[in-house]
């Protein structure tokens, strides 16, 4: 609640204007509620028809592990009541409940009743090959990602309120995958895998930069790619052709089949309501599992980058580093931007054609290794050039260490105080403030000191 009121200016005023996506202003809450389904409804509707064999003649190129028999055997099998019990266990309690008013804390209190019906509930939907419709529902709340009084509905995160009973099974799938996350995706990416971070990441990036000028490629970039809404635009028939690859079994795959067959969504805006429409593609935002499941589907186009980059990547050390990635974040690094910014992107188009990713040119940028150097030529004009500086990973990124902290720290102290100032509107408690202090300012400067000093020294 102190979160919502801080964002919305303290006075939690609902939507009271978007654009829709032909940029039409829309003021009633009715034409909102609309504006958004039809939207969400474009966004998560069915993928064009593909061939099979596309997906089995793309995947068969690529080298990917695979897990052992007795691993897929584990994954696969009937869920007992010591994982519905640490599933409950697990889950954060104080969430808004879904469509069925019932929260993670009335399961915790009577977990030792409700353990067993779950139990039984996950072998019946298994024999039957379908959840109940109470799991399959979900309210999805449109949250402004700008301050813009008329912002387009693509300028808004869903935020989806899954019931807890799904969120259960959810967790227990997820709690089955996690141990093997590490067999199966490689290094290079450090997005929901265990003992990985951004810090990997971001001290990869700040290596290849500021090694001695005379190592540098001349002609070196790093190439940071933005997929449009990646999490909502997997296809799932691509995504169950990677795990079958990945040797997760077909016992698995029914799971997530369960959990992914015909799921329906209703939008809510303020008061408004909409009417529930089905959902084709996508990662369930919300589902414990879903990042996991990201996580699997790009690993295919990390694998090939890394099997076709060879030669083409930046070499630093022992190493040639030629991707990087945390979640849909993805950074290249290639050693001729002339020729190696063409290649690269008709890799991601390749992979985007059959993964339902849509990559976004527009918010492509191009980042020369050397400063000072010229665009190539070669460069596609709809790729942004960043001569001087971009944002990974939430860092400013620079050619010079001297320019990282205040280009960042300072960044964050002005942007700080302007919030301090703000607050001081608010009627809060001493103890709400030491909340807020706690809950905001904190985790920004904990982010910094732990990515940035760190890892720009090393």
């Known amino acids: 609640m102190l979160a919502w009121l801080v964002r919305s200016g303290g006075q939690g005023e609902p939507i009271t204007c978007v654009l829709d996506g032909e940029g039409s202003r829309k003021l009633s809450?009715?034409?909102?509620?609309n504006a958004f389904r039809e939207y969400y409804m474009q966004l998560y509707g069915k993928p064009s028809d593909l061939r099979t064999e596309?997906?089995?003649?793309?995947?068969?190129?690529?080298?990917l592990p695979t897990l052992s028999a007795e691993d897929k055997e584990a994954l696969g099998g009937p869920v007992s009541v010591e994982e519905v019990n640490e599933a409950i266990a697990q889950l954060a309690p104080g969430k808004t409940p879904g469509t069925d008013g019932l929260p993670m804390d009335f399961y915790k209190k009577y977990r030792s009743l409700l353990a067993p019906q779950l139990t039984e509930m996950c072998a019946e939907v298994r024999r039957q090959g379908e959840l109940p419709q109470t799991l399959r529902e979900a309210v999805v709340v449109p949250l402004p990602k700008t301050k813009d009084r008329e912002a387009r509905v693509t300028e808004f995160r869903p935020l989806s309120m899954l019931n807890s009973d799904f969120k259960i099974l959810s967790k227990i799938m997820a709690a089955r995958l996690l141990p093997h996350m590490t067999k199966l995706v490689h290094t290079d990416q450090n997005g929901f895998i265990p003992a990985r971070s951004t810090s990997l990441n971001l001290r990869r990036v700040f290596s290849v930069l500021h090694m001695p000028r005379a190592l540098r490629p001349p002609a070196g970039v790093l190439l940071a790619v933005d997929f449009e809404k990646a999490f909502d635009s997997i296809r799932w028939d691509y995504l169950r052709k990677v795990m079958l690859k990945m040797?997760?079994?077909?016992?698995?795959?029914?799971?997530?089949?369960?959990?992914?067959?015909?799921?329906?969504?209703r939008d809510k805006t303020g008061k408004s309501i909409s009417s529930a429409y089905p959902i084709y593609r996508g990662t369930r935002q919300g589902c414990p599992l879903s990042p996991m499941l990201f996580a699997l589907a790009i690993e295919p186009l990390a694998a090939q980058l890394r099997r076709e980059g060879v030669s083409k990547g930046i070499i630093w050390g022992p190493a040639e580093h030629i991707v990087s990635l945390y979640a849909n974040d993805i950074l290249l690094y290639l050693r001729d931007g002339a020729g190696g910014v063409g290649w690269a992107l008709g890799i991601l188009e390749e992979f985007g054609s059959l993964s339902g990713l849509r990559l976004n040119r527009r918010k492509t940028f191009v980042f020369p290794v050397l400063a000072g150097c010229a665009r190539p030529e070669s460069c596609p004009a709809d790729v942004n050039w960043a001569p001087q500086t971009f944002k990974y990973l939430g860092i400013q990124i620079f050619h010079e260490l001297s320019d990282l902290r205040d280009g960042n720290l300072g960044r964050t102290l002005r942007s700080l105080r302007t919030s301090v100032e703000f607050w001081r509107s608010l009627k809060l408690s001493i103890m709400a403030r030491v909340a807020l202090s706690k809950m905001v300012m904190l985790p920004r400067l904990l982010y910094y000191f732990a990515n940035l000093l760190h890892g720009s020294e090393s």
């Open 29 to 33: 809450p009715a034409q909102i509620n």
């Open 54 to 63: 596309s997906f089995d003649e793309y995947l068969q190129q690529i080298p």
């Open 247 to 265: 040797g997760l079994g077909e016992e698995w795959v029914k799971w997530v089949d369960l959990l992914y067959a015909s799921p329906l969504v």
